[in-house]
């Protein structure tokens, strides 16, 4: 079972960054991709990025496409993934959930949010203006 940790929210000015860490443990498979999704009040949960363990293949929302990297890094038995989140806007406040969807071939962009295997405990960023 996919057990996943995350970390590195807070409160920052705009303009300012951050970098949220996801710490996954326990995969079946190894093919599969981890996505950042995003989820503010009142509103519907959105997938802000993803990338692929397979070929590091990545994938932004156009709202973050270059304010936003994702990264990856493979332990032995753990993959710690990264979002740099960069010029943060008060529009970027939400809860931010690392979840993880074996893709067996697919790009980590093609699941719907209910096809998502294993979901993090999410971690709050807030954007002052």
């Known amino acids: 079972e996919v057990q996943l940790v995350e970390s590195g929210g807070g409160l920052v000015q705009a303009g300012g960054s951050l970098r949220l860490s996801c710490v996954g443990s326990?995969?079946?498979?190894?093919?599969?991709?981890t996505a950042w999704f995003r989820q503010a009040p009142g509103k519907e949960r959105e997938r802000v990025s993803c990338?692929?363990?397979?070929?590091?293949?990545?994938?932004?929302t156009d709202s973050v496409e270059g304010r936003f990297t994702i990264s990856s890094d493979n332990a032995e038995n753990t993959t710690t993934t990264y979002l740099q989140m960069n010029s943060l806007e008060p529009e970027d406040t939400a809860i931010y959930y690392c979840?993880?969807?074996?893709?067996?071939?697919?790009?980590?962009?093609?699941?719907?949010?209910?096809?998502?295997?294993?979901w993090g405990q999410g971690t709050q960023v807030t954007v002052s203006s």
């Open positions: 979840a993880v969807v074996y893709l067996l071939g697919a790009d980590c962009r093609d699941p719907t949010i209910r096809e998502f295997d294993a």
């Open positions: 326990g995969f079946a498979f190894h093919e599969y991709g």
């Open positions: 990338i692929n363990s397979r070929d590091g293949a990545t994938f932004y």
